[in-house]
């Protein structure tokens, strides 16, 4: 409940940011500012996350540059915290296609995260790299390290230090 108490209120605070960059969005790059992909949540369960459309024939646009380089397009995941298919922090949900070669399924035993362990103190986005520190954060998982996580979470977006995703 303290995730989607804490979700609703940062989407209230920062709505303004994401109508701004969803009429970008629809002005610049003429596109749906909206992009749903399926992804693995708790327990194998398939889910959509919402993100906002950085890419356009599969090229990253001018826009959507500055939109991933400070996680603007990460802002509607909240409305998935909300619905309860992810929460603030966890290991960050894959792709299904990502479960075919590697097993990853013990990733899956809690909700997935719009920001985790691997994202700030990963070095890389090798696959096994990803497993090594989600599992870290599933086997150590704490209210500090949920702190430590979110403050620097925050402190990297603002400083527009790209996170491992």
């Keep these: 409940m303290f995730n989607k108490i804490l979700s609703f209120g940062l989407l209230l605070c920062i709505s303004p940011i994401l109508f701004i960059s969803m009429l970008l969005i629809i002005i610049f790059d003429k596109s749906n500012p909206i992009l749903l992909q399926e992804r693995i949540g708790k327990d194998m369960k398939p889910f959509n ?66 920001t985790g362990y691997h994202q700030i103190y990963g070095k890389s986005n090798d696959p096994y790299g990803k497993l090594e520190f989600d599992m870290y954060y599933i086997n150590n998982k704490s209210f500090k390290l949920d702190l430590c996580i979110f403050f620097q979470t925050i402190i990297n977006t603002l400083i527009g230090k790209k996170l491992h995703y």
């Design 49 to 114: 996350i919402i993100k906002l459309q950085t890419k356009k024939n599969n090229n990253i646009t001018k826009l959507g540059f500055y939109l991933r380089k400070f996680s603007i397009d990460e802002i509607p995941q909240f409305i998935n915290v909300i619905l309860g298919n992810m929460n603030i922090i966890g290991p960050r949900p894959l792709v299904p296609t990502d479960y075919i070669n590697i097993n990853f399924n013990k990733r899956t035993i809690i909700l997935p995260g719009i």
